[in-house]
């Protein structure tokens, strides 16, 4: 069975995943008790950049090994992977 590139880090990943869902909880609180309109914005900004840097681990361990892998195997395998990599990118970078 093929195994995804962030099997080693997924301890930290699902940690980080974890803050990000408390930091999303808590931005619910924040809007039941009528928080601070700026003091709610900042902390949806630190909630998405939790989730943005899952997302660029995520992205690292795909490059380093499922493209890596499939580039060293050429053909359309490597070609699905670059371009599965770079729609991510391109995900990433509009969001």
């Known amino acids: 069975m093929h195994g995804h590139g962030y099997v080693d880090d997924k301890d ?3 940690k980080r995943l974890r ?3 408390g930091q999303v909880r808590g931005i619910a609180r924040m809007i ?3 928080a601070y309109c ?3 914005i900042t902390q949806v900004s630190a909630a998405k950049s939790a989730l943005e840097s899952v997302a660029l681990a995520l992205l690292e361990d795909h490059l380093t090994h ?3 892998e499939a580039t060293a195997t050429g053909g359309p395998v ?3 992977k670059l371009r599965e990599a770079s729609d991510a990118i391109a ?3 509009r969001s």
């Open 12 to 14: 930290a990943l699902l």
């Open 19 to 21: 803050r990000a869902e």
């Open 32 to 34: 039941e008790e009528d």
């Open 38 to 40: 700026i003091d709610v």
């Open 66 to 68: 499922c493209v890596a």
């Open 78 to 80: 490597a070609e699905t």
């Open 91 to 93: 995900r990433l970078v």
